[in-house]
Every structure is written in structure tokens, then in C-alpha cells.
């Protein structure tokens, strides 16, 4: 299952950092422990003119992970960096089994994956 993450911040390294190291952790849960099919994802999150070294940390922090930092012009705000980064998934690779579009200031709790694949079953379902 692949899933782009999409993400848009502006001088935010420590909840931009702490958003993604939550994400991974509930990320390896799930991967964990489910016997069916794992959950594979790609970070797009555009930069949109940080000056206090998000990018750098982001980098450092997600080295072994498939992160995509895309540089914004500094006047795209939330929705013009929501759209670049669905942009860039989108010219990467084109059959996503879903876009997760997440607020750079959001923890992941534990089990959020389980609850979203959960939950798109059991829309298919009914």
C-alpha cells in the first residue's frame, strides 16, 4: 500500500520534526503488526521559505526515509504548498493508493494508521 504524505511548513522545525517522528513511529506499529499487506510512504513537504533550518533538520532527522522537500517561494501559504506537494507526488508516481494530507503541527497517535485502513474498509464495506 502507498502512501503520499503531503505536508507544507514555514518556520516550524520542532513540530515539523516531531509531526514526522510521530508519523514513522505509528508508521513502524502498523507495519509491525499487521501480517497483511504493509503501508510504504513518501513525504512531499514543501518548504515554503523556512529561515530557521527546518529542511536541514528534516533531512537529517528522515536520512534513511523517502522524504521530498520541495522549495516554495515563500507566498504560497498552506493551500498553494498543499497543492505543490500534490503536484509533486502526483509527477512521481501516479497510482497512490491514497494521499495523506497532514498539518505539520500534528502527533500521530498510536494506532492512527490502523484506525485510517480501518476506516477506509469499512467505507468500502457499507
Known amino acids: 500500500m502507498n502512501i503520499a504524505v503531503l505536508l507544507t511548513c514555514f518556520n516550524r522545525k520542532e513540530k515539523t520534526c516531531m509531526c514526522l517522528q510521530s508519523m514513522y ?4 506499529i502498523y507495519n509491525k ?9 513518501e513525504i512531499f513537504l514543501v518548504d515554503d521559505g523556512c529561515t530557521d533550518g527546518t529542511a536541514e533538520a528534516v533531512r537529517a532527522q528522515c536520512a ?3 522524504v521530498h522537500i520541495i522549495q516554495g517561494n515563500g507566498s504560497l501559504f498552506w493551500a498553494g504548498g498543499m497543492r505543490l506537494a500534490w ?5 512521481r508516481h ?6 495523506l494530507l497532514l498539518n505539520d503541527d500534528t502527533k500521530l497517535l498510536p494506532g492512527a494508521f490502523q484506525e ?7 467505507a468500502l464495506d457499507n
Open 116 to 122: 485510517l485502513i480501518s476506516t477506509h474498509q469499512y
Open 33 to 41: 503488526a499487521n501480517t497483511g499487506p504493509k503501508i510504504s510512504i
Open 64 to 66: 534513511e526515509r523517502s
Open 25 to 28: 513511529a505509528d508508521l513502524d
Open 94 to 99: 501516479t497510482e497512490w493508493d491514497f494521499y
Open 87 to 91: 503536484n509533486e507526488a502526483y509527477k
